[in-house]
Nanobody, 125 residues
Framework: QVTAVESGGELVQAGGSLRLSCTAS????????MGWFRQKEGKEREGVSC????????YYIDSLKGRFTISRDNAIDALYLQMDNLQPEDTAMYYC??????????????????WGQGTQVTVSS
């Protein structure tokens, strides 16, 4: 069973930074592109960023404008998201999951995804 545990979210002021972390198990982490997804209140979940299995390719939604950086450490099955210059519109629950490599650059989670509890990011203006 695929499981993911996300952490690092909290309440910050606009312009601040956060670093989200995710540990995943139940599948061969190094074999998959991995990504971050978020769900804003009342909205559907959307892809934020994906990184290829070997960290050579990074994909982001256009609205981020270079403010976020995704990274991974295959030695410990960990995924990270450095979030800088946070804005109120970044407020959401953030989740990690494997990405469908065949869909990239579209940010789509794998079909077997089991969503974790997520980590809440709240940005005040």
């Amino acid at each position: 069973q695929v499981t993911a545990v996300e952490s690092g979210g909290e309440l910050v002021q606009a312009g601040g930074s956060l670093r989200l972390s995710c540990t995943a198990s139940g599948f061969r982490f190094a074999d998959y592109a991995m990504g971050w997804f978020r769900q804003k209140e009342g909205k559907e979940r959307e892809g934020v960023s994906c990184v290829s299995w070997n960290s050579q390719h990074h994909y982001y939604i256009d609205s981020l404008k270079g403010r976020f950086t995704i990274s991974r450490d295959n030695a410990i099955d960990a995924l990270y998201l450095q979030m800088d210059n946070l804005q109120p519109e970044d407020t959401a629950m953030y989740y990690c999951a494997p990405c469908q490599s065949s869909k990239l650059p579209d940010l789509v989670p794998v079909e077997f995804v089991t969503w974790g509890q997520g980590t809440q990011v709240t940005v005040s203006s």
